[in-house]
């Protein structure tokens, strides 16, 4: 009954009213209006309780929930803190050594780099965190289907079969199975309660197979044909980007010995022929010889290999990440780590 209709209802004007009108009668007209406002208070609190649901008021209530339920939320916090610790360090290193120190030293450098790393580091970690979640979820419920299927196979109905499955273990899909149990127990129709499950599991291979499964039951078919479908389905689909991953493994890691390969050379490069010639450079210019090549500056080519490690090692992450599971929001954490392996070595060893 909608919230109109309860107000007719209560105005005695609503379908199944004696037709008079009840206000008029001695003490109703004050009932009336308390009831209206009790209402009234009602609509204010569903819809006060709808917007803590969504968009801002969601964020407000929930900040910690909303910022890590999909990884891309952590930039909201990320970003600024990153651009916040950059310019933070930036003016208080102009502010201490003056513009020179742009040029002069690395300093700067370091706090963009660890800035890049503020930023992409939380995202890294939350979206490995979340494709280790769907994986354990996807390999399950091939065995779910599968399991479901032979019960009912058996003789059972659904809810029976739900039941009985909800008390063995199936790893990270557990909870959701149990929760799917505890709905059908309390009068919920299969098809919406399977419909809440697989949103619940928010992965595309779950939404799809529920989906099969709904619509199958909802046309009166043979719901355990259409269980083993779906639990074929989903293994084939799961066997798949295994292989897949298993079969990229090698480019990714031609990626990041790549890599290393480049920091070794560099490090060569360094240590060796221009410390050589920066050696001979200076000698010969103390000497008065001409036509050597003048002094070399070693700090700024270190400074620019070291700008080309990093841009390689960040961008080469996005690459693998792309070429070995298809999303470079993947590569994020070999860029990371690349960066700081770059930063490293430049620091501290060459």
């Known amino acids: 009954m909608g919230l109109n209709d309860i107000l007719k209802k209560v105005s005695g004007k609503g379908p199944g009213s004696s037709g008079r009108d009840i206000s008029a009668q001695p003490g109703n007209a004050d009932l009336d209006a308390v009831e209206v406002e009790e209402l009234n208070e009602i609509t204010v609190k569903l819809e006060h309780e709808r917007q803590s649901r969504e968009g801002l008021g969601k964020f407000l209530k929930h900040p910690v929930q909303v910022l890590t ?27 201490s050594y003056g513009m020179n120190v742009i040029f002069n030293s690395t300093s700067v450098d370091d706090f963009l780099v660890f800035a890049v790393l503020i930023a992409i580091v939380p995202v890294a970690l939350l979206d490995l965190k979340e494709q280790m979640r769907v994986t354990n979820l996807e390999n399950a419920l091939p065995n779910f289907f599968r399991d479901l299927a032979g019960m009912n196979d058996s003789g059972m109905t659904l809810p029976t ?42 992965t595309t291979l779950a939404d799809r197979s529920v989906d099969l499964i709904a619509k199958a039951s909802k046309a009166g078919g043979d719901v355990s044909e259409v269980l083993r479908a779906a639990a074929k389905d989903t293994f084939e689909v799961v066997n798949l980007q295994q292989e897949r991953a298993n079969n990229m493994l090698i480019y990714v890691i031609i990626v990041l010995v790549a890599f290393a390969v480049f920091l070794f050379v560099i490090a060569i490069l360094v240590s060796s022929f221009l410390t050589t010639m920066a050696t001979a450079g200076a000698t010969a210019t103390a000497s008065g010889a001409k036509g050597f090549g003048g002094v070399i500056d070693i700090f700024i080519y270190k400074r620019l ?9 960040f961008f080469s992450g996005l690459v693998a990440g792309q070429m070995g599971e298809g999303r470079f929001v993947a590569g994020l954490k070999y860029s990371a780590l690349m960066l700081l392996i770059a930063w490293i070595t430049f620091r501290f060893f060459i």
Request: proline share 4%; charged share 15%.
């Open 161 to 202: 079969a739900i039941h009985l499955v909800a008390a063995a273990e199936y790893g990270t899909l557990t909870p959701h199975i149990r929760k799917l149990d505890n709905e059908m127990s309390w009068g919920a129709g299969f098809v919406e309660a399977l419909y809440r499950f697989g949103k619940g599991l928010g």
């Open 305 to 313: 290999f070291s700008h080309a490690a990093m841009l390689q090692g």
């Open 69 to 95: 339920e999909r990884p891309e939320n952590i930039l909201i916090v990320c970003i600024p803190l990153a651009l916040l610790f950059f310019f933070g360090g930036f003016i208080f290193m102009v502010q």
